[in-house]
Structures are given as structure tokens and as C-alpha cells.
Nanobody, 119 residues
Framework: QVQLVESGGGLVQPGGSLRLSCAAS????????MGWYRQAPGKERELVAS???????NYADSVKGRFTISRGNTKNTVYLQMISLKPEDTAVYYC?????????????WGQGTQVTVSS
């Protein structure tokens, strides 16, 4: 089992910045990918960014050049630095961790943190 706790959401004006943090605990050595997803009202949850244990990153086209995903030194923490925020970035942001144990894939989710971009 892996537990994820997010922090760092809030209200920010267009053009502003926020940094989200996600701390993983439990069986963290089984994690091979961590990422951030978001879900806006009336829309499906979508991938924002992900990072593998090897450091490879992947971004949604809508956030490329504005968002940066990174891992902490202990590798059980993942960050999402967001700059040049737009109203359309408003959503609940969820941390996700994926692991594979004995050929079975697992996906874990945090509780979500609200990001609101508004003037």
C-alpha cells in the first residue's frame, strides 16, 4: 500500500504561480511512476505531468513550458511547479503513484487539492 498526501493548492491570480507537493509513504520502493492529474467541474480527470524513477518526464500539451514536475532528494516526494497560471488551469489536482508488484499493477491516489486561478 502507498499513501499520498498533497499540499500547496489555493487561489491565485492569472499569471501567478503555485507549487504543489505530494508526499508518499508506505511501500514507496514499489513506486515506478508518480504524477499529477487534474479534474475540472464537468470534465474528465486528465494527466498533467508524470515522472518515472529514472527521471523521465511527460507533460500534457496544455501545460508544457509552464509546469515542471520534479522529485525531492528522498524520492518519496514529488512537486509540481506551476507558473503563468490561467483560469483554465482551475481544477482539483490529484497526486498519483503507480507500482508493479509480482506482475500486478497498482494505482494510488491522493485526496486532491484545489487550485483556483481567478482575478
Amino acid at each position: 500500500q502507498v499513501q499520498l498526501v498533497e499540499s500547496g493548492g489555493g487561489l491565485v491570480q492569472p499569471g501567478g504561480s503555485l507549487r504543489l507537493s505530494c508526499a508518499a509513504s508506505g511501500n514507496i520502493f514499489s513506486i515506478n511512476v508518480m504524477g499529477w492529474y487534474r479534474q475540472a467541474p464537468g470534465k474528465e480527470r486528465e494527466l498533467v505531468a508524470s515522472i518515472t524513477t529514472g527521471g523521465s518526464t511527460n507533460y500534457a500539451d496544455s501545460v508544457k513550458g509552464r509546469f515542471t514536475i520534479s522529485r525531492g532528494n528522498t524520492k518519496n516526494t514529488v512537486y509540481l511547479q506551476m507558473i503563468s497560471l490561467k483560469p483554465e488551469d482551475t481544477a482539483v489536482y490529484y497526486c498519483n503513484a503507480r507500482s508493479a508488484i509480482s506482475g500486478t499493477d497498482y494505482s494510488y491516489w491522493g485526496q486532491g487539492t484545489q487550485v483556483t486561478v481567478s482575478s
